[in-house]
């Protein structure tokens, strides 16, 4: 099956990088290209496996589009683990010049775990190695009913 990364589909759309699209629109415009991108790839694709950030659940109708069109896997991690992972990424937003990014964090993990957990099936990455959290994704995927 083809391949996605939502986040890219979201960058040709503005031809803008993620951060710099958010710098110029904020949240909000971020949120409705999102939602643009969603609508877009299921009008486009019969099949594919889709990467969405954590922040789709944000818009409840975006996420609810995508409970409804796609089988969903939550990865969930630990916030330090989180936090760590987004660094090594080269992505510094969620830190730069915010000494309580990681309190921050842990508030929004909170927050939208209800929503994380309308997911099909949840993979905990929290404490596992790459082989081992791939091997625990693979086995969620094959769980789903798939055709």
């Known amino acids: 099956m ?36 969603i609508e877009r790839i299921i009008e486009e694709s019969d099949a594919i496996v889709l990467a969405a950030a954590g922040g789709i659940v944000a818009d409840p109708a975006t996420y609810v589009t995508v409970l409804e069109h796609f089988h969903t896997i939550w990865l969930k991690a630990s916030p330090d683990e989180h936090m760590t ?9 969620p830190m730069a010049g915010n000494p309580k990014a990681m309190e921050e964090l842990k508030s929004i993990l909170t927050d939208r775990e209800a929503e994380y957990a309308r997911a099909d099936r949840r993979v905990d990455t ?22």
């Open 85 to 93: 992972r987004v660094k090594k990424q080269g992505d510094e937003r």
């Open 126 to 147: 929290s404490g596992r190695t790459l082989d081992q959290s791939l091997a625990d994704l693979l086995d969620a995927v094959r769980s789903l009913p798939v055709v």
């Open 2 to 37: 083809p391949f996605q990364e939502l986040n890219q589909e979201i960058e040709k759309q503005s031809g803008l990088e993620i951060g710099e699209f958010i710098a110029l629109y904020g949240q909000g415009g971020y949120r409705q290209l999102e939602r643009r991108g």
